[in-house]
């Protein structure tokens, strides 16, 4: 039996020093067929002729700077999966990530999405000087729900609907906030399907003066609930 299209959509800004492990992480998946989809968000650096140099595996297409929820949606647009997911270009999938995601939507027809565990690390080319400015990993690999980590039918994100891009951080917590609203299925896996790379150059570092952004994210969603419980009284 014919096996669904997963589309991979990785976003990248500025991460010519980490992309190609990115890229490679999603061609060393054991699961086919899969097409791989780069989303240059207006980088100035080489990420370009990273993700260039790999030619007709995978789609490449370049847009003004314009945040990570604009580069997702936009790989959205191209992509042709039933299946959909999402990796950040200064982190990996484990080996296996999309075969064991993949095997328990199968199993269940009513599940929307699949979601996994996370093990952070910090990157190793950091000077000891650098390592004191980053926060420390945690302890044990954590449970988490965002689209890095996730596997979601295509018609279940439709349901959701796209990225936000309003907002430069929070984008996660909002997408997650509308598809809990929008009820979607969601299981998480036990084992580890993602490392999160912590660096100089991590987006909630980069965009530290937004991070206001996610109280009205919050609030946003806390908002939606109050109108719609209005609504059915």
């Given at each position: 039996?014919?096996?669904?299209?997963?589309?991979?959509?990785?976003?990248?800004?500025?991460?010519?020093?980490?992309?190609?492990?990115?890229?490679?992480s999603?061609f060393?998946?054991?699961?086919?067929?899969?097409?791989?989809?780069?989303?240059?968000?207006?980088?100035?650096?080489?990420?370009?002729?990273?993700?260039r140099?790999?030619?007709?595996?995978?789609t490449?297409?370049?847009?003004?700077?314009?945040?990570?929820?604009?580069?997702?949606?936009?790989?959205?647009?191209?992509?042709?999966g039933?299946?959909?997911?999402?990796?950040?270009a200064?982190?990996?999938?484990?080996?296996?990530?999309?075969?064991?995601?993949?095997?328990?939507?199968?199993?269940?027809?009513?599940?929307?999405?699949?979601?996994?565990?996370?093990?952070?690390?910090?990157?190793?080319?950091?000077?000891?000087?650098?390592?004191?400015?980053?926060?420390?990993?945690?302890?044990?690999?954590?449970?988490?729900?965002?689209?890095?980590?996730?596997?979601?039918?295509?018609?279940?994100?439709?349901?959701?609907?796209?990225?936000?891009?309003?907002?430069k951080?929070?984008?996660?917590?909002?997408w997650?906030a509308?598809?809990?609203?929008?009820?979607?299925?969601?299981?998480m896996?036990?084992e580890?399907?993602?490392?999160?790379?912590?660096?100089?150059?991590?987006?909630?570092?980069?965009?530290?003066?937004?991070?206001?952004?996610?109280?009205?994210?919050?609030?946003?969603?806390?908002?939606?609930?109050?109108?719609?419980?209005?609504?059915?009284?």
């Amino acid at each position: 039996m014919t096996r669904p299209l997963i589309s991979v959509m990785i976003g990248v800004y500025n991460a010519e020093r980490y992309l190609a492990e990115a890229i490679d992480s999603v061609f060393a998946q054991s699961y086919r067929p899969l097409e791989l989809i780069v989303v240059d968000d207006g980088s100035d650096d080489r990420s370009g002729e990273v993700a260039r140099a790999y030619g007709a595996t995978l789609t490449y297409a370049r847009q003004e700077n314009a945040g990570n929820g604009s580069a997702r949606n936009h790989a959205v647009r191209l992509a042709s999966g039933e299946l959909y997911a999402f990796l950040d270009a200064d982190d990996r999938f484990l080996p296996g990530k999309l075969e064991r995601q993949y095997e328990a939507l199968e199993a269940d027809a009513d599940l929307d999405v699949v979601f996994g565990h996370v093990r952070e690390f910090v990157s190793p080319e950091l000077t000891e000087a650098e390592r004191a400015s980053v926060r420390p990993p945690a302890d044990q690999p954590l449970p988490w729900t965002a689209p890095n980590l996730m596997l979601i039918r295509r018609a279940s994100f439709a349901r959701v609907g796209p990225f936000s891009e309003d907002v430069k951080v929070g984008v996660t917590v909002d997408w997650y906030a509308r598809a809990m609203e929008a009820g979607l299925r969601s299981a998480m896996l036990s084992e580890v399907v993602l490392e999160r790379r912590l660096h100089l150059t991590n987006n909630g570092l980069r965009e530290r003066d937004s991070r206001q952004q996610y109280l009205h994210v919050l609030k946003a969603s806390l908002d939606r609930r109050r109108a719609r419980a209005a609504s059915e009284q």
